[in-house]
């Protein structure tokens, strides 16, 4: 965790970590798969203390772990298996965290050259030596009990759905769950949250104006911040990254303050993507087929991993293997990213045939400089 606290460091110091996804393409790709993090070579570092359980609301039971070498990280155990698929029936929003869909994320994070997921690693926790003998939080120990299975559980306590029926249970002690790097403090950092203006309705029955309204787009490219500089386009970078995960709970996201307006959207929760890997859902391109734009850089990068040399599928394929809890997704949802990401290209293509390409893909602020000053 030394280290994969050391890469997020640098990558809050720069900002971005400049690569050349426009300029060059193989290098680029594999620099940006092949760069491997601490997790990949070497075990994790001990945890030293649950310092608290992070928001227990029952069903998303989380905890925040501190780490040998100061590090902290966010844990979201196990709730479901890897085959298992969200039903159909189900709400977005009560849908489950899933441990390996974070992971996931981070990875396809990277091989989008995006870098706005801070990382994520999967890995095996003793309940009872990890967290039960450690955590010097009370509450968290008053929770604890062996199962009729002979498993060691834990629940939230909270006001509701709290009970032993959503325990999580290690086998009898081990619990796979997903380490996520915690950003620096807010003291530090300073970062807000914004709603996303595509965000949905958190409720059984409503229906949000872009759901309904084709022209939505033009309103929001009147609004600040949305009718200058990069935000829309970080926007769009962010719904496709979310359709090729099929993560349709994206509410809000956070920018860093320190960058203005211009700084890069982080892509925090990922939890909710990779649920039903037969369904696309459309809707979460809205932003892109409503606005008609793409940053150059991602299109550049989209185009090459639809090429069967560098296939979206077996590009993630290869960088998930080394995670400590490969295979991180069943074959089904590597399939699915290579048929949303023909998806996003076909929706840009149709855009492009109607708009002209001048129109539709834009050189973003932030890679222009990059060309100019040939910065990697
Ligand atoms: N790596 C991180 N470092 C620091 N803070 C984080 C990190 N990941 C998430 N957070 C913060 O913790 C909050 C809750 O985390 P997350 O959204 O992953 O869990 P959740 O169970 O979905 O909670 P919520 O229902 O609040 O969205 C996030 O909105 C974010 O502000
Ligand atoms: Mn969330």
């Not at 990280?73 to 159909?88: G, L, N, S, W």
């Not at 396809?108 to 995006?114: A, E, K």
């Not at 965000?199 to 009147?222: A, H, Q």
């Not at 990213?337 to 001048?358: A, F, H, S, Y």
Request: charged share 25%; glycine share 6%.
């Amino acid at each position: 965790m030394t280290e994969l606290k050391g890469v997020w460091t640098v990558r809050f110091r720069v900002r971005q970590t400049v690569t050349a996804s426009q300029t060059s393409d193989k290098a680029a790709l594999e620099h940006s798969v092949h760069r491997r993090p601490c997790y990949e070579t070497k075990p994790c570092s001990l945890i030293l203390n649950v310092q608290s359980v992070v928001k227990p609301s029952g069903l998303h039971l989380k905890l925040a772990l501190k780490l040998q070498d100061f590090g902290k990280a966010m844990f979201k155990p196990m709730r479901q298996e890897r085959h298992e698929e969200t039903p159909e029936n189900f709400f977005y929003f009560v849908d489950f965290q899933r441990h390996n869909a974070e992971i996931a994320a981070f990875h396809l994070d990277r091989v989008l050259d995006f870098r706005r997921v801070p990382p994520v690693t999967g890995r095996f926790i003793n309940v009872t030596g990890e967290i039960l003998y450690l955590t010097h939080n009370e509450e968290l120990r008053s929770v604890f009990f062996t199962s009729p299975a002979n498993n060691t559980c834990f629940f939230a306590k909270c006001l509701y759905v709290c009970k032993s029926e959503y325990a999580v249970c290690g086998h009898p002690d081990l619990l796979e769950g997903s380490m996520s790097a915690y950003l620096p403090g807010l003291s530090i950092a300073p970062r807000i949250s914004i709603p996303n203006p595509w965000i949905r309705t958190y409720s059984f029955t409503g229906t949000e104006e872009w759901e309904v309204n084709p022209l939505y787009c033009d309103n929001v490219k009147k609004l600040y911040p949305y009718n200058s500089g990069n935000r829309l386009l970080n926007i769009i970078d962010m719904v496709i990254f979310d359709f090729l995960t099929g993560n349709m709970d994206r509410h809000h996201y956070e920018v860093f303050t320190k960058f203005g307006d211009d700084g890069f959207l982080l892509h925090l929760d990922n939890a909710r993507g990779f649920g039903r890997p037969s369904h696309d859902e459309v809707s979460i391109l809205a932003p892109l087929t409503q606005c008609c734009m793409i940053k150059r850089s991602t299109l550049f990068r989209l185009k090459l991993l639809a090429q069967s040399e560098y296939r979206l599928s077996d590009v993630m394929r290869a960088s998930l293997s080394r995670d400590p809890l490969t295979p991180v997704l069943t074959e089904d949802h590597l399939q699915a990213l290579d048929r949303r990401l023909g998806q996003v290209l076909r929706t840009v293509g149709k855009c492009v045939k109607k708009l002209g390409e001048p129109q539709v893909v834009i050189t973003d602020f932030a890679e222009s400089s990059r060309v100019t000053t040939g910065n990697r």
